[in-house]
């Protein structure tokens, strides 16, 4: 979606501009050409070499430069870019956009630019909650400028509360969601959707638990494509290092019971994508102590957990569209279409996780497409593409 995309970023004074190293690494990963102006206090935390060196363009930072002026004016800088992203956006930059003041190259390039513009606000919490800072947010806001955080938790400062910036992939979220409106491309708008994720843990004792190797990664990506895609998306997870997928809303849960508990509460929805390792069973008791070695043997008593994808493809509030993931290490098809049938689904995303493939824990994927009534074989991709096409194809089906 980025790729070709050129995207003027604006770095201003803040800590947390270091975190833009990254956000331009993420966009140049994409596809997107990244320009940067580095303003003076920019400068004090990131060097213009880190930042020409990631986005391989010169850096700007003088509005006085000569040989700047005669290479590429402010105006036209301002002005080759698809979108005009400011991040971090200091209360100071803010302050400046809000009052149309152009004392340096990156204000000045603000006021000349006919580009729509997102800012990813950071700042000291009581700077943030201040009545000037939130009148100079409002008023940019109704001229149109896009914004995107800022977050609360730890700040740099050491105060807690709202004012970190978003983070780099929450950032090249943001941009991506302006492209696809420019695009008019969010075609599941107004879908609602729910995606597993993760394993699951099955309690032992309070220390010790029966878990798989699943990663996460797939799902992860699933809940994110169909957001991107304008879907509603509930994610409900296990404990995975995944960070949270931008635009999803993520429930997180530990056992197969809790992962069906909360996708019902989810319900109703039109698609449910089920990418979780739901562990198969569960101690049938759980210890309330920690199990201590006595000098015996314990052995433990399993109980089939629900299978959540089953469960809910048979019950009255079946989504419209129901998709399993099948991890198969022999006869991926064959087993896929029986798993499709006893399962009840509409599709059934078919991936060979024999060891060699590298699948589990890994970044990309080998799937295969089973419907009742045909098989798409998918080349090997990314965990994120494999995502992007199944979002693509759950499009297409509720277009036609
Ligand atoms: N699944 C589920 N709940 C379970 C078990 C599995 O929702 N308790 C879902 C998975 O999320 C996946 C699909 O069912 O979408 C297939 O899971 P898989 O582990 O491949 O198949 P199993 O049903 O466990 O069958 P088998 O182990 O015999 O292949």
């Known amino acids: 979606m980025l790729a070709g995309k050129r995207i003027l970023l604006i770095i201003a004074g ?66 080759e870019a698809d979108l ?18 152009a004392d340096d190259l990156a204000s000045t390039a603000l006021l000349a630019t006919d580009k729509p513009v997102l800012v990813a606000p950071t700042m000291n919490v009581m700077m943030w909650a201040h009545p000037a800072v939130q009148a100079n947010v409002a008023l940019l806001a109704a001229r149109g400028v896009r914004r995107v955080g800022p977050g609360s938790g730890e700040l740099a400062c050491g105060e807690v509360g709202s004012g970190r ?38 309690p032992i004792d309070p220390v010790r638990y029966i878990a798989n190797r699943s990663s996460g990664k797939q799902g992860h990506a699933v809940a994110a494509a169909l957001a991107a895609a304008g879907a509603e ?9 995944e960070p949270d997928p931008p635009g999803a809303t993520v429930v997180s849960v530990e056992t197969a019971r809790e992962m069906l508990a909360a996708c019902r509460t989810a319900l109703p929805a039109d698609i449910l994508v089920c990418a979780a390792a739901v562990v198969d069973w569960r101690p049938a008791e759980v210890a309330a102590g920690k199990l201590k070695k006595d000098g015996s043997t314990p052995s433990l008593h399993l109980v089939e957990n629900p299978d959540i994808l089953a469960t809910l493809a048979r019950s009255a509030e079946r989504p419209a569209l129901v998709v399993g993931f099948a991890a198969e290490t022999s006869d991926v098809v064959a087993y896929a279409r029986a798993k499709l049938a006893r399962k009840n689904c509409d599709w059934i995303l078919a991936n060979d996780v024999s060891p060699a493939t590298g699948t589990f824990g890994g ?21 994120r593409q494999v995502a992007d096409r199944l979002a693509a194809r759950i499009a297409e089906h509720f277009r036609n």
């Open 363 to 383: 970044d990309h994927n080998t799937v295969h497409l089973v419907a009742a009534d045909r098989v798409e074989d998918w080349p090997r991709m990314t965990k």
């Open 14 to 79: 803040g800590i947390a501009a270091y975190k833009s190293l990254d956000l331009i690494r993420r966009l140049r990963e994409r596809g997107a050409g990244v320009r940067c102006i580095l303003t003076r206090s920019g400068a004090e935390f990131v060097t213009p070499l880190a930042v020409a060196s990631l986005s391989e363009e010169k850096v700007y930072q003088e509005l006085f430069s000569l040989t700047d002026e005669s290479e590429m004016g402010h105006i036209r800088l301002s002005r």
């Open 233 to 241: 998306t509930v994610l409900v997870s296990g404990p995975t290092a």
């Open 84 to 101: 005009v992203v400011v991040a971090p956006a200091t209360a100071d930059l803010l302050g400046k956009m809000a009052a149309g003041l």
């Open 165 to 202: 910036m978003a983070e780099p992939l929450q950032i090249v979220a943001a941009i991506e969601d302006f492209f696809a409106e420019a695009a008019g491309s969010r075609p599941l708008t107004g879908r609602r959707a729910i995606v597993t994720s993760g394993p699951t843990r099955e």
